[in-house]
């Protein structure tokens, strides 16, 4: 195991990223030739940070994710974290999936979050004990001994997310983890995702396609544009989390703008 | 009940012959003196453990097939034409063949049984761990699962409504099959299980004894039917992997 930076260090200047992403390249094969999903990729994630990659569908913001993740290896560039060349899944990278058949549907609330601290080298005992705080601190201590099939969208997502926390990653990596949430949920759980963060200084790299949640949740924002893919801007957010703030209309005009060029040249991609 | 009471009726009432229908009552003296004396206990206890050997060796095969199958594309494409030529096979044709091969021994019996779960059980697996969420599977790999942790703690649980439903029809496929592979064996002359007590039931005229045979063959059906969807109920239903109206959609197959 890499040590780990502390994550309530997060004001120093002269610290190496946590992440970096390097001049990165990612692409499929399809029928042995190379579909390219992400041309050139490059930010660095701090220690504490929260950095979300916004873009329109296509642009490769979660073939970026994944990529980081492990599931997929890029074919140019480096990914680099805490100082490792990530190759293979790990949980140090936690993943927070949109869909919600993440969690395993033959184990109660508990014991998804459990498992997975057990199965990555907690004993029974601890697993057990840290199950039960991540849940509480979901809010999910009621359903603790629910199947999900018993749990609404939004109660699987939080699922999901202490299942993530608990592990207690380098990173949580969040993938349209509210996507498919209604607006009333979503709003709820960005605001405790946000208070979480705040308190816990996790680092965060969040996909979606949404420039309110980007404003909201995020320090830093990468815009991606579409075809092909590649970063356009890093725009920095974090003093936007009041949606009434000047600096938050000024930022989200800002962010419509160069998602908007890019609508231009694609002319298929939507925005809330 | 009723169903008994009709037929009882119809046996007292009518005067039919017993050389061709028993009257409910006798069958049961029959049933009970069958089990008593262990003559129908041991015909049952030897096709169940036929049944079970054939069983075991037909999941071993779908499993290894399967697993082999969802790892290799050539072996995929093995699987899709051996289900497919084998599957529509009634299993009890390629009797004649084992009986070559093997003789009147129950190597036979089993060969032909395994032949007859394994295509119904490896169609399900497959399909059941094609089916798994590509979700799922990312956060097995996302824990570090890989291999053969992999397989037990995700591809397995994930793909049980399959499983089970492969199983339930292996079965029955296989229970058809001995008993209609004993029927040939006891004309044959070999045997011993209750294909075989039926037909020398028969041969001696001792009807009750024909329809005795076939209470229990029902029996045991119904139990393990009941055995099956206990198991069910306790896992994939509780779990809301299988909707509890869904029903069997597995075709049946005429032996």
């Known amino acids: 195991m890499s040590e780990r930076l502390p994550k309530t260090n997060q004001a120093t200047s002269s610290r190496e990223p946590l992440l970096a992403v390097d001049h990165v390249q990612i692409g499929y094969n399809v029928d042995k030739k190379l579909n390219i999903a992400v041309r050139d990729a490059s930010f660095e994630i701090f220690a504490g940070e929260k950095m979300m990659l916004l873009g329109p569908s296509g642009s490769g913001k979660s073939t970026i994710l994944k990529a980081v993740a492990g599931f997929l290896k890029p074919v140019g560039g480096r990914i680099v974290i805490a100082g490792r060349e990530s190759l293979e899944p790990e949980p140090d990278r936690a993943v927070v999936f949109q869909e919600f058949d993440q969690l395993f549907p033959w184990r109660t609330v508990e014991d998804n979050v459990a498992y997975s601290l057990r199965v990555t080298g907690r004993d029974k005992r601890e697993a057990a004990a840290t199950a039960k705080r991540y849940i509480e601190m979901m809010g999910l201590s009621l359903a603790a001994d629910r199947y999900p099939h018993q749990l609404s969208g939004g109660m699987k997502q939080r699922v999901a997310i202490a299942r993530a926390l608990a592990l207690d990653p380098l990173m949580l990596l969040m ?79 800002h962010l419509r703008q160069l998602l908007a060029e890019d609508e231009q040249d694609v002319h298929h991609a939507v925005f809330e | 009940m009723v169903f008994v009471g009709i037929w009882q009726a119809y046996v007292s009432l009518f005067d039919v012959s017993p050389l061709l229908v028993a009257s409910p009552l006798d069958v049961g003296d029959s049933f009970i003196a069958g089990w008593t004396s262990g003559e129908l206990a041991s015909a049952t206890l030897l096709t169940l453990k036929i049944l079970g050997m054939g069983m ?132 044959a002359g070999g045997g011993g299980g209750l294909g075989f007590f039926i037909n020398e039931s028969r041969y001696f005229l001792r009807v009750p004894d024909v329809f005795a045979g076939l209470v229990t063959i029902a029996l045991i059906g119904i139990a393990l039917e009941t055995l099956f969807n206990l198991i069910e109920k306790k896992t994939v239903i509780k779990w809301g992997m299988k909707g509890e109206a869904e029903t069997d959609t597995t075709p049946a197959r005429s032996q």
């Open chain 1, 175 to 253: 993938d349209e983890p509210f996507g498919s949430l209604d607006a009333q949920t979503r709003s709820r759980l960005q605001r405790e995702v946000h208070e979480i963060s705040e308190r816990t200084h996790v680092t965060i790299l969040f996909v979606t396609h949404s420039i309110q949640e980007a404003l909201f949740l995020g320090d830093r924002v990468v815009v991606l544009a579409d075809a092909p893919s590649h970063v356009q801007e890093i725009v920095d957010v974090s003093g936007a989390d009041d949606p009434d703030s000047e600096e938050f209309i000024t930022l989200r005009r």
């Open chain 2, 56 to 187: 075991a060796f037909g999941m071993t095969a779908a499993a290894v097939f399967t697993t082999v199958a969802t790892w290799t594309r050539i072996g995929e494409d093995v699987l899709v034409l051996l289900t497919s030529m084998l599957n529509p096979l009634p299993s009890i044709a390629i009797l004649p063949l084992a009986i070559l091969w093997f003789g009147l021994s129950s190597t036979a019996l089993v060969v032909v049984i395994a032949n007859a779960v394994t295509w119904p059980i490896a169609i399900n697996l497959s399909m059941g761990f094609r089916t798994v969420p590509s979700t799922l599977l990312m956060v097995g790999r996302n824990l570090g699962l890989r291999g053969a942790r992999m397989v037990k703690d995700v591809l397995m649980p994930a793909a049980l409504p399959h499983i089970i439903s492969g199983v339930k029809t292996g079965w029955a496929f296989g229970w058809r099959t001995i008993i209609a592979a004993e029927l040939v064996f006891g004309v």
